[in-house]
């Protein structure tokens, strides 16, 4: 016996299936809230290797395309294998390019800096009690220029707490605590990720996801195209490569560009002798990637490590980051990022807090473009709603603008000369009929 769609039988049992489905979630939610949070953190928990790997083929697919167009050409155009041969040979070729990249990227960047911090941290536990020293001679030298032995006990008591209470905090838990930190961050691979087998299933999705890409992107058409009319589906297709475009140029321009920013203060500090190079350069790149806000961070950072260990150095750090900051950003980044990304400096930093506050780090990296998105598509629907009206949608327009004439539509820029009164809503028209 076969069951048919439109059989009454059917719809009512689907109806109750729906509606029992239904009473039990409501059920769940009211008795036990936390319990279906609960489960939505183990499904976000399950789900972690697959999010890591497609973002990872996010990053990789302008490299993994890059390989894979050429070899294609070459492979096909040098051999007389068919183009299936050809073109699994080009995939294979880039993805085995795109995996070593990633991996000697994540395995360079540790080796550089897990060593670095750890020399670096212990530098600075072992000469704070030198800083300390040469403060307290500076008190004591500014109080005898004034002649206040009670400025010189104060301070000199002051600096020695602080000294001795950060002293015992370096020692007794930094200290200790650096070679755990650094297995445990070693052992991770990657310090966002948390385990190794996050890190390898997302890998293993990773080439999976470069791979199938053009599969997924054609069967996603043809599920548009079924479930939509021809122009709603165009539209979301449209809307699509928008989104990918306005993420990908960003995410990625945003990595190249820290990247460079990140070479250019190492090779500076290097050739000028400033400690701490390879340590600062990191932090100063990844930095980068938030945007406005992040060179600040980076830089108090890395002022931060040079003060303890040469006063003198931190002052020139902080004018030779200022003379890279003006290079790079006037002449190496706008030939990275190419345009701006569509919205002003106000909303870039609303974007930045916001995401930041929901988010922490990943929300201040990702807030701009999802904000530049979301700002184009209310753009997009306050333009058709003035054109409806035929009102301008230009935004030059509204520029000391005073009012629109209800009759002709045209805007008015001259101000009355009679006095401004309390302004009085009229209906219109439609609205009356309606009530």
Request: hydrophobic share 50%; with cysteine; charged share 15%.
């Amino acid at each position: 016996m076969k069951f048919k769609l439109k059989s009454n039988y059917v719809r009512l049992s689907l109806a109750l299936f729906g509606g029992l489905a239904l009473f039990w979630l409501f059920y769940k939610v009211v008795s036990s809230p936390w319990g279906i949070f609960d489960a939505l953190i183990s499904i976000v928990n399950l789900a972690m290797p697959l999010v890591v790997g497609l973002i990872m083929a996010y990053l990789l697919a302008p490299l993994y395309d890059l390989v894979q167009k050429p070899c294609y050409r070459l492979f096909c155009g040098k051999s007389k294998t068919p183009r299936r041969h050809a073109k699994g040979a080009s995939k294979a070729v880039a993805t085995l390019v795109s995996v070593l990249f990633l991996l000697a990227l994540i395995v360079g960047l540790l080796s550089l800096v897990i060593p670095e911090a750890i020399v670096s941290i212990s530098e600075l536990a072992e000469s704070l009690p030198d800083r300390a020293k040469d403060v307290i001679e500076w008190a004591k030298n500014i109080g005898e220029q004034y002649k206040d032995n009670a400025l010189i006990a104060s301070l000199s008591d002051s600096v020695g707490d602080v000294t001795q209470s950060l002293t015992d905090w370096a020692h007794n838990v930094l200290l200790p605590g650096l070679g755990n930190f650094a297995v445990q961050f070693s052992t991770g691979l990657v310090g966002f990720i948390g385990t190794i087998g996050n890190v390898c299933f997302g890998l293993i999705i990773c080439i999976y996801a470069l791979n199938s890409k053009e599969l997924f992107a054609a069967q996603a058409k043809k599920i548009a195209y079924s479930f939509f009319k021809v122009p709603t589906a165009n539209y979301l297709i449209h809307m699509t490569r928008f989104i990918d475009q306005t993420f990908g140029r960003y995410l990625n321009g945003m990595l190249v560009d820290a990247s460079v920013l990140g070479t250019l203060v190492f090779l500076g500090m290097s050739i000028l002798g400033f400690h701490y190079a390879p340590l600062v350069a990191v932090v100063i790149g990844v930095c980068n990637l938030i945007p406005m806000i992040g060179p600040i961070i980076g830089v108090s950072i890395g002022c931060f490590f040079l003060l303890l260990k040469d006063p003198l150095q931190a002052l020139l750090f902080v004018v030779f980051f200022v003379i890279v900051q003006q290079i790079h950003y006037n002449l190496i980044s706008p030939r990275i990022l190419g345009g701006k990304i569509g919205i002003s400096s106000f909303w870039i930093m609303f974007s930045i807090v916001i995401g930041g506050g929901l988010l922490g780090p990943i929300g201040m990296i990702l807030g701009v473009p999802t904000f530049a998105v979301i700002y184009m598509l209310f753009r997009q629907y306050v333009a058709r709603r003035l054109r409806r009206k035929s009102i301008p949608d230009d935004t030059r327009v509204y520029f000391g603008l005073w009012d629109i004439d209800e009759t002709t539509g045209e805007p008015k820029y001259a101000q009355p000369d009679e006095e401004i009164t309390v302004p009085q809503y009229q209906e219109t028209q439609s609205e009356t009929e309606t009530e």
